[in-house]
């Protein structure tokens, strides 16, 4: 039976990007891709349409609200804030960092973490031990612990928080990549393999074919993830610094005009949310599609 | 059998501690800046009284050797004092987890408690327009940047209706010995026990509610999975057949199987509650471990991080390690 399974889904070469069409979502789902798809164009193409620069000071416009408010002009769609400075256009540049920071930390953590965790389970023995020990210490801290500690000691900015959000996201790809390999190097169909004398490299790559779900959505995960770290971060005040613009550093000026300006809060936060939302959505789906026992 | 595989635990769990106490300790003394000229400050500082500071703190010892200080004491459970408060960092780590201890219970107890009852309620209505709406809102509160969330509550609950206060643990008015530590049971012991209780669950619901988003939002996800799972099995059939009431077969039959996976996910939860718990700490003035260990970082107190962390990690450790006994009493099948 299980044979059965794993060589049909051997052969299944089917694109994930099918999955992907308006047809196959229904429309709920289409409207997350949507909205994901035009923060994504945002964040890439975003910059080139602002008519104002993210640290352009305006003296004379400070704290101007959004246009529908009373005092609110079109000159600043979202209003400003409490240096002048241009709302919009600060929210369309922090996007292209929190993409960045998301997309480069699912990079890292694959390339890093997917090896260790494959080796882990390929080789097994005492490597798997000590890598298993290693997740597990990374896995008792309090994940923004060890971002604060990490960041304090390469220096507060965006690259240090880069590498610290990458290193929090690493365990979950270890664990979740060692256990998709361990359960797929099992099957019968990969002993086969073995025992017609199938190099290495032809079953690490079949492995690899069959496990591509489960990590692809595990990528989801930790870009999603690394989104609200990076922003937690930069609202303790160690991820960007302040003349950048970053959703989280914006939310940490944002706190002590809350009364007064509460625009300010909501716009960065709102931004957070619906990113992480449509991809964890998105991840959703996607497993469902994959998995349909799960639903 | 069950002997050994308990003994081979508890060596893999020591081991994980030194592995631990390797981490704390070498990651601090990694962080640029000195500790001594940072408590000092702008002042000045002649040589001698510098190089005197460090022999007192036992910082001119060569690495290895303050290490094998550091083991030696950790053996003894000495857990050193702090270079800024020269208090023992055991005592400031007790009283900081009591606050910590506080919100994070209360948080837990509202995402255990309200989890369960809408998983169950979204289960027992699958499919309905009441369950998708629950679960769209699970999501969206797994998706909550709980910094975010926390000041939009303070803004409409504190700010503008004045419900609940700002920030801290309990009025600066309010005189209150400390006995155990928490809040609600040492406002009893105070003058007017009512009036200081009424103010510190009003310090403490907003912090523990916005602490609480994110586990509520997975635990309910999870019951209602896993009891979507248990709902199709056999027994569920022939429980019904014999007559039982859906109550009955909900609580008593489907409950017990279906919250295993739920354990399992409140296990892996503690560390991230303590991430939770840091940034909920510095929104609501809340003196816990979040803004200690931040301090610490802050000044290079060095004995302050390496046994913060050394404890917070073995915490955690050590109630996963309870969580795993508890799994094993919940699911009799693990037990032989």
Redesign the interface.
Known sequence: MSTVASTDSNLNTKSFLSYFTFKEMGWITSVLFVVFVLFALVALFGPLFTVYSPSQVFNDHILIPPFWHAGGSWAFPLGTDDLGRDLLTRLVYGARVSMGVGLLAVMIALSIGGTLGFISSYVGGRVDQFVMRFTDILMSLPSILLAIIIVTILGSGLLPGIIAVSILSMPAMIRLVRVTVWDEKEKLYIMASKSIGASHSNIVKNILMNCRGPILIQCMLTFSEAILNISALGFLGLGAQPPQSEWGTMLADAKDYIETAPWLLYFPGLCILTVVLCFNLLGDYLRDKLDPRLK | MKQQSLFNKLG?LL??LW??SL?SFF??R???GDPVRLMVGDMGLSEESYNEIRQNLGLDKPILVQYGDYIYKLSQFDFGQSFVTRAPVWNEFKEKLVATGELSFFAMLIAIITGLLIGIYAAANRGSFIDKTLMTGS??G????I???G??L??YFS?RLELTPVSGRISAITDIDSVTGFMLIDAWFSDEPWPAFKDAVRHLILPSFVLATVPLASIARMTR?SFIDVLGEDYIRTAYSKGLTQKKVYFKHALRNALLPVVTVIG?MI??L??G???TE?IFSWPGL?RW??AG?EARDFPV?QSG?FL???L??LL?FFIDILYKWINPRLRV
């Open positions: 893999s081991f994980t592995l631990l981490v990651l601090i990694m962080v640029p999501v969206i797994f998706s909550m940047p910094f975010w969330w000041l939009v303070i803004l700010v999975s892996l560390g991230a303590l991430t718990a840091i940034l510095t979040g260990l931040l970082v991080i962390i917070i990690g073995s955690v450790m996963n």
